[in-house]
Nanobody
Framework: QLQLVESGGGLVQPGGSLRLSCTAS????????VGWFRQVAGKEREGVSC????????NHADSVKGRFTISRDYYKNTVYLQMNSLKPEDTAVYYC???????????????WGQGTQVTVSS
């Protein structure tokens, strides 16, 4: 069973923080670039952040730049998304995806997680 499992979502007030985790089961993420995506019901999935397989480079969507940080722990076979200063417009289902060797896109990915709901509301 090869899969990605996200966790850490929930309800948070505007300005708050959440840390999402993406853990691989059945394979190692060491040689995969891993990205985070989000999707609102009825709309297309959009890329949020990505980290290279070696962990040397990261990129973020303009909408989250300066607020979100992506990182990885090879020993734990896990990629994290630290989300700070959350806004209501960050509300979405967040998915992680893994692709080798380049960052996944909404069309090109080897693995997808099941998603975790993030709701930012007062």
């Amino acid at each position: 069973q090869l899969q990605l499992v996200e966790s850490g979502g929930g309800l948070v007030q505007p300005g708050g923080s959440l840390r999402l985790s993406c853990t691989a089961s059945g394979f190692t993420l060491d040689h995969y670039a891993v990205g985070w995506f989000r999707q609102v019901a009825g709309k297309e999935r959009e890329g949020v952040s990505c980290i290279s397989s070696e962990g040397a480079s990261t990129n973020h969507a303009d909408s989250v730049k300066g607020r979100f940080t992506i990182s990885r722990d090879y020993y734990k076979n896990t990629v994290y998304l630290q989300m700070n200063s959350l806004k209501p417009e960050d509300t979405a289902v967040y998915y992680c995806a893994a692709r080798s060797p380049r960052c996944p896109t909404k069309y090109e990915s080897d693995y997808w997680g099941q998603g975790t709901q993030v709701t930012v509301s007062s």
